[in-house]
């Protein structure tokens, strides 16, 4: 059988794609993260990029481009060619918050990037400076209550906004919030006393816990967590109506080859699963679990529907 030339060409650039991805990675991979250095998610990522970079045989470097609700970051990768190099570890914040809050969001979390795998669920708990004299939930929404506009809710990224709203509609409260670019520069303002409240990651807050410098009220979590086992959860402590997901996962650029996307997939999946990677997230409350890039598909689908309708239940409109 004689083959076109075009054929014969399409045949030697099939073989040299192949040879290329299987190759693959033979330079540094860049996993941008859009929060502060110092914050749960760039912490995560750096538990998680080390030993990702030791299976893959070329270091995971982690770079934070904080900012914008993490569309900085998120665009930046969607820009960037589809080719492993350039990966995000996306948030609920970039993914769903984005797009629920804003009518013409910048990108299509679903549309533009090619999802790689989960890493599992960022916990929260809720803080409280000493100067707030309350040592339950119970206390603090007397507290709320008998002195309206007068507590500052630091929030440092997208769940803790939501969930401050969220409380104040549920418990019809009147408290400010103010935003922060992360939890590392909220937990800063949270100790110098300049909010007075706030859910937020552990990562920097929970030794200052220990050492008698913030309280922590409640943990957003089914259960409680070891970082802190004597915190109530948010149904033993009286906040079960608070319920949204706060995840992170490893997403590319649109039209990733399959072969780099599966590789990247299945060394992710085996290093999630390392008892030392375990014990590393544990100290930040942060829950891991692997998923394949077509589950990490169907999460994110789920989770943009679940955000939207939180968003407009507490009043959130898309500006």
């Known amino acids: 059988m004689r083959l076109s030339v075009r054929a014969v060409a399409a045949l030697a650039l099939a073989a040299f794609c192949a040879g290329v991805h299987a190759q ?5 991979i860049r996993l941008v993260v859009p929060f502060p250095a110092g914050g749960a998610a760039e912490l995560g990522a750096r538990i998680f990029a080390q030993p990702l970079g030791q299976a893959l045989g070329q270091p995971v470097v982690v770079e934070a481009r904080p900012g914008g609700d ?29 797009p629920a809050t804003r009518k013409q969001p910048p990108y299509d979390p679903v549309a533009d990037f090619t999802p790689v795998g989960l890493v599992g669920y960022f916990g929260f708990f809720l803080f409280t400076h000493p100067s707030v004299p309350a040592t339950s939930v119970a206390e603090l929404l007397a507290y709320a209550r008998a002195n309206p506009g007068k507590l500052n809710a630091g929030t440092g990224n997208s769940t803790s906004q939501l969930l401050t709203a969220q409380l104040a509609t549920v418990e019809k409260l009147d408290i400010v919030q103010v935003p922060y670019k992360g939890d590392a520069p909220l937990t800063i303002d949270l100790l110098g006393g300049r909010v007075q409240m706030a859910f937020a990651t552990p990562g920097s807050a929970a030794p200052q816990v220990k050492e008698g410098k913030l309280r922590a009220l409640a943990a957003m979590f089914p259960n409680r967590s070891p970082l802190l086992p004597e915190v109530p959860t948010a149904a033993e402590a009286g906040l079960g109506k608070l319920s949204i997901t706060a995840w992170g996962g490893v997403f590319g650029p649109a039209r990733m ?15 999630l699963q390392r008892p030392d990677v375990h014990e590393a997230f544990g100290k930040i409350a942060f829950g891991p679990k692997h998923s394949t890039p077509e589950e990490l598909a169907a999460f994110l689908k789920v989770q943009l529907e679940s955000w939207r309708r939180t968003a407009e239940s507490v009043g959130i409109k898309p500006e």
């Open 24 to 28: 693959y990675p033979n330079k540094p």
């Open 257 to 271: 080859p399959k072969e780099v996307v599966d590789r990247l997939a299945r060394e992710l999946a085996m290093v």
């Open 70 to 98: 993490g569309v900085i970051a998120a665009e930046a990768v969607m820009k960037a060619a589809p080719d492993g190099y350039t990966l995000l570890y996306a948030t609920n914040t970039a993914f769903n918050w984005v």
